[in-house]
């Protein structure tokens, strides 16, 4: 099976108008991208200015679209309610008809919107918040709070880590359904990662995602070969929204 192409934007500054996402979204499912994810963000480090909030962006992204699969990427837990990060799945889930695809993470330090605003900042606590909220997640998910999402047995979740520092964000990602490694210097070391995916998990547990993310233009080729299971188009922290244009309407290519 070919990797699924998807876009893949920082709502920022030029693509801060969640009316521009929206539009930028309609563009993609006509130009037959298989799905549209947003970084999630609540500030981020200069030369940034403006910041969407990308939850109520896919809110109406979902109410825009009808086959993209859609999602944040990437939401760090600890800085969320799981019981609020739970109804908005949720409704989201349903909104979408069956669409969506969280993301989660540690986060970074490095965009001040942690210690600003009194969340918690060191690793290894976030790491601990990261994986009660998601066993949480699950249980709402399951029947705790109704209604319960579209997808079933759950919400897809992919679990995002960096290339270098990768074991630990990986053994939590083969217990869910997908690994987006962060700075992946190249195919042949998706492949391996693809190769530590195959060792950790069960045959039995079912599919399992591998992402790359790749520049406008760059070929997917190489990365599907290697293993990945979708391949995201990204245009880093500063979107210029007529690149974007152009590339989107492009089409995914091969």
Known sequence: MSAKRGVFL??????ADP????????????SGWDGFFLWDHVNYR???????DAWVALAAIAGATEDLRLGPMVTPLSRRRIQKVARETATLDRLSEGR??????L??????????????VDPSKRAELLDTGLDRLASFWAGEFEPRPVQSPRIPVWVAGRWKTRRRPLERAARWDGFFPIEVPGPAALERI?????ELR??????FDLVAEIAPGEAAGPWEAAGATWVLTDFEAQPRLREVEVAIDAGPGD
């Open 202 to 207: 069960d045959g039995g547990q079912g599919g």
């Open 100 to 105: 969506l695809t969280l993301g989660v993470g």
């Open 10 to 15: 920082a709502p920022f500054d030029e693509l």
């Open 46 to 52: 200069p030369p940034v200015r403006a910041v969407a």
């Open 107 to 120: 986060g970074s330090d490095r965009n001040g919107e942690l210690e600003p605003f009194g969340e918690e």
């Open 194 to 198: 693809a190769g530590e995916v195959s």
């Open 19 to 30: 009316k521009t996402l929206v539009t930028l979204a309609q563009r993609a499912e006509q």
